[in-house]
């Protein structure tokens, strides 16, 4: 059975990196960030019934992604709580559908990445200067919710292979346990 694994986080923090990179390294899928791509191609600013369509269309491409999955694993690049932290702090409220997804297990296992990796710029991102923040408010979400998940950090390369190692320990302790 494919293992899915989602990789979680603050801004600038290495997740699509990481998600090819594990992907590339086990020889399995990685589904990428659907925001990315739809919000680039708005022509106005973002809306709140726009994270609704992306959280839908995330979901989405995972589960058409699962069904076709090669590999022991699914990486995938983002997951609801993303959603979830990003409408709360923007708008102060989180679509009803959303909270409702969260309450169902979808990943056997979370990687939330460090704040140790330097800023990078992109258009799309908003917030340089609070990434602490929202790394612990991510934490209190996987925590809350009973989410099984460890911390990835590192540079960028060591941050890969410190994933590989969270992965198998945690996979060969789960087995252990059944």
């Given at each position: 059975?494919?293992?899915?694994?989602a990789?979680?986080?603050?801004?600038?923090?290495?997740?699509?990196?990481?998600?090819?990179?594990?992907a590339?390294?086990?020889?399995c899928d990685?589904v990428p960030e659907?925001?990315?791509?739809?919000?680039?191609?708005l022509?106005r600013p973002?809306?709140?019934?726009?994270?609704?369509?992306?959280?839908?269309?995330?979901?989405?491409?995972?589960?058409?992604?699962?069904k076709?999955a090669?590999?022991?694993?699914?990486?995938?690049?983002?997951?609801?709580?993303?959603?979830?932290?990003?409408s709360m702090?923007?708008?102060?409220?989180?679509?009803?559908?959303?909270?409702?997804?969260l309450?169902?297990?979808?990943y056997?296992?979370?990687l939330?990445?460090?704040?140790?990796?330097p800023?990078?710029?992109?258009?799309?991102?908003?917030?340089?200067?609070?990434?602490?923040?929202?790394?612990?408010?991510?934490?209190?979400e996987?925590?809350?919710y009973?989410?099984?998940?460890?911390?990835?950090?590192g540079?960028r390369?060591d941050r890969?292979?410190?994933?590989?190692?969270?992965i198998t320990?945690?996979?060969?302790?789960?087995?252990?346990?059944?």
């Amino acid at each position: 059975m494919v293992k899915k694994i989602a990789i979680t986080g603050p801004e600038s923090t290495g997740k699509s990196s990481l998600s090819r990179a594990l992907a590339t390294h086990y020889g399995c899928d990685f589904v990428p960030e659907f925001a990315r791509e739809y919000i680039q191609k708005l022509e106005r600013p973002y809306t709140r019934e726009d994270i609704l369509v992306i959280a839908r269309q995330q979901i989405a491409l995972e589960e058409s992604a699962l069904k076709n999955a090669r590999g022991n694993f699914l990486f995938c690049d983002t997951d609801l709580l993303v959603t979830k932290v990003w409408s709360m702090h923007k708008y102060d409220t989180c679509d009803p559908w959303i909270l409702q997804q969260l309450e169902i297990p979808r990943y056997d296992l979370y990687l939330l990445c460090n704040v140790d990796l330097p800023w990078q710029y992109d258009d799309q991102r908003e917030h340089p200067h609070l990434r602490n923040f929202f790394f612990e408010w991510y934490k209190r979400e996987l925590e809350g919710y009973g989410f099984p998940y460890r911390i990835v950090s590192g540079s960028r390369q060591d941050r890969t292979e410190n994933a590989l190692a969270l992965i198998t320990d945690y996979f060969t302790l789960s087995h252990d346990a059944d």
